[in-house]
């Protein structure tokens, strides 16, 4: 199984990103998606998720109105779009791949660095 995360950089505050991650070797229709993300010196967190079937999303307080995760079932993506962002979002965005409540597959990151 392999999950690669795209789309990070470099931003100023306010601005928007779009995080990809394209998943193999998994039934992703079967699977809810999400994102988490480690900022430096912190712990990693939760930032989204959607389920595999009735495309159910929850986020995380701290991105909600902000941040919107949305997939692709005919590409197996998944998709994170980044509006306003603050530079406490500042971090490395991990995708993640559920079945049920438990999360059983990570990607290697990708670096969102947001400067004020």
């Known amino acids: 199984v392999q999950l690669q995360a795209s789309g990070g950089g470099l931003v100023q505050a306010g601005d928007s990103l779009r995080l990809s991650c394209a998943a193999s070797g998994l039934p992703f229709r079967t699977y809810g998606m999400g994102w988490f993300r480690q900022a430096p010196g912190k712990e990693r967190e939760f930032v989204a998720t959607i389920n595999s079937s009735n495309r159910r999303t929850d986020y995380a307080d701290s991105v909600k109105g902000r941040f919107t995760i949305s997939r692709d079932n005919a590409k197996n993506t998944v998709y994170l779009q980044m509006n306003n962002l603050k530079p406490e979002d500042t971090a490395v965005y991990y995708c993640?791949?559920?079945?049920?409540?438990?999360?059983?597959?990570w990607g290697q990151g990708t670096l969102v660095t947001v400067s004020s």
């Open positions: 993640v791949a559920r079945y049920g409540f438990e999360y059983h597959y």
